[in-house]
């Protein structure tokens, strides 16, 4: 694993070997504010799914040390009593300053574990912003957590985070403020979705607003609230997310999804090749236009122009 996060010499070859034994995988992106809950979530989830028998792998990203680079939250140690369970498989990754909230690597270990044979690969993402969505290109189901009382904060973040979730989680829903929130959720989606027929199940522990989805109908977030401390709700949360692999199984809309993330992944494996095949190509050529950059002879847009129409033409 660690070849292939540190992208060591050989990392290619191993996911070129490793491809055709994956594609198996359910792989389902948590992300959310910080202090949402998100990694006593996970913890919960985990517990269930191998309770069911399943096989489970997890990322856990973190913060990136600016002195190492290495991740320094160590979500691992949240998910302790995991470690000695042979199908459960923990690594945390770095973000090694990638915007996205991910790094380049995590997609390249989502294939490791797939091949491995996990079952479900949880990838839960940093506390993120409105631009640290790229956990939505990799995961088949993006669960976002939120917990209550945020009122305004929810119309406030809107148009980033919320409206990527294929499921919410309104955790710690013990606290005071958890039905308003989920009402602000179901007001917030009822801006952009076609209000269908709504049924709200209100158990003691779990409860969630479930929207009855008719055929042909686009899929629409449920709700579940939770409190993962106690176990309670998670598994309304990963019925949830079933409901929404089976909907990306036998739809259209899941056939597009399919091949977005698809083209998404091939278009960035190529990016990245091209840009590692263009520097080493023109290494010297960038040597001497940093040397004129610092020197204020050359300004790096130009000599970055210069450079490409040589590589095009050759000259390298």
């Known amino acids: 694993m660690r070849i292939i996060d540190d992208r060591r010499e050989g990392y290619l070859e191993v996911l070129s070997t490793l491809f055709p034994h994956s594609g198996r995988a359910y792989v389902v992106g948590i992300t959310g504010n910080p202090g949402a809950g998100k990694s006593t979530l996970v913890d919960r989830l985990i517990e269930n799914y191998r309770a069911s028998g399943k096989k489970v792998g997890v990322i856990a990203v973190d913060p990136t040390s600016p002195f190492t680079g290495g991740a320094i939250l160590g979500d691992r140690i949240r998910m302790q009593r995991h470690f000695l369970d042979p199908n459960v498989f923990i690594r945390s990754l770095a973000t090694r300053g990638h915007l996205g909230g991910l790094s380049r690597s995590a997609g390249d270990v989502i294939r490791v574990l797939d091949a491995f044979g996990c079952d479900v690969i949880l990838v839960e993402t940093v506390g ?6 790229e956990v939505t290109r990799m995961a088949h189901t993006t669960l976002v957590i939120v917990p209550p009382g945020m009122g305004d ?15 919410f989680a309104v955790n710690k829903a013990d606290r005071e403020g958890a039905d308003s929130t989920v009402r602000d959720l ?6 952009g979705h076609e209000v269908s027929s709504v049924t709200r199940g209100h158990s003691a522990a779990g409860s969630h607003v479930k929207a009855e989805r008719k055929a042909g109908e686009p899929w629409r977030p449920p709700v579940i609230k939770t409190v993962a401390v106690k176990n309670e709700g998670v598994a309304d949360v990963i019925r949830a997310c079933e409901e929404h692999r089976k909907y990306l199984e036998t739809t259209d809309d899941g056939q597009r999804k399919a091949l977005s993330r698809a083209t998404e992944e091939l278009h960035a494996i190529f990016r990245d090749a091209l840009l590692t095949a263009a520097e080493s190509r023109a290494k010297a050529a960038l040597e001497d236009a940093l040397k004129r950059s610092l020197s204020r002879t050359t300004d790096p847009y130009s000599s970055s122009a210069e450079i490409v129409r040589g590589l095009l033409a050759g000259e390298f």
């Open 153 to 167: 904060d929810i119309q406030a973040i809107k148009a980033g985070i919320l409206e990527i979730a294929d499921v």
């Open 128 to 133: 993120v912003g409105q631009d640290e969505l």
């Open 186 to 191: 179901e007001q917030m989606m009822s801006l």
